[in-house]
């Protein structure tokens, strides 16, 4: 991986840990009333939640990519996919002051059921599978299907959300005071728009696959 891959996942990354959801609010829930340990174990379900979903769609995918990894229509693909869950996370429902209050906290630190709940609460949202699919559809052509590559590059972004959440967690009782239903609302908004813009250029690039698409050039024709 160059620079600037690493810095792209790590990008991904600090903004996936912000994702307004039931696991943000669980999160932050777990470390006040349990402590860091217990946030720490409940967090690392939910990396495996996401380690399980990546894993299942590069591999339900592969056979797809490696038949059109050189077809631009794949960024139209992927770009669909983040644009349509750019809307869903914009237009959801917003949060209410008694939001964090939707999921109890056992009052016994069971490490393992921690876990166990950190993964079955990221794995049951469907959402986060076409999350993953539209990233691999995209970065997959991207890092020429090299597997390595692209373990690598998922690694960093998981790395990166681990390391977010981890200060979340040392940080929640503050957070927790800051954390008011505007502010979650707005949160969730601009991140709602974020993946709107990426889904939208990478679109573009589709469309335009004799021309190479920067955010910081703009539109250059390829030779």
Excluded: C, H
């Excluded at 981890?166 to 728009?193: D, E, H, S, Y």
Aim: no cysteine.
């Amino acid at each position: 991986m160059n620079l600037l891959e690493i810095k792209d996942a790590v990008l991904i990354g600090f903004f996936l840990s912000f994702m307004i959801g039931p696991v943000f609010f669980t999160l932050i829930q777990t470390s006040i009333l349990k402590g860091a340990r217990a946030a720490i174990a409940f967090d690392l379900g939910v990396v495996l939640g996401d380690i399980a979903f990546i894993l299942i769609a590069y591999y339900g995918s592969r056979s797809l990519l490696e038949k059109i990894k050189d077809d631009p229509r794949i960024f139209f693909i992927g770009g669909l996919i983040l644009v349509v869950y750019g809307l869903i996370t914009y237009f959801s429902k917003k949060a209410k002051s008694d939001d964090n209050k939707a999921v109890q906290v056992p009052e016994k630190s069971n490490y393992f059921g921690l876990i166990l709940k950190g993964f079955l609460l990221n794995f049951i949202n469907i959402g986060v599978l076409a999350f993953w699919l539209g990233m691999i559809l995209v970065i997959g052509p991207e890092l020429d299907m090299d597997s390595g590559k692209i373990f690598n590059y998922f690694g960093v972004i998981l790395i990166s959300y681990f390391i977010t959440d981890l200060g979340k967690i040392f940080l929640a009782k503050q957070l927790k005071k800051r954390m008011t239903p505007k502010v979650i609302n707005k949160v969730q908004r601009t991140m709602g728009i974020i993946l709107v813009i990426f889904g939208v250029v990478l679109i573009l690039k589709g469309f335009l696959p004799k021309y190479k698409l920067s955010l910081d050039t703009g539109i250059e024709k390829v030779e």
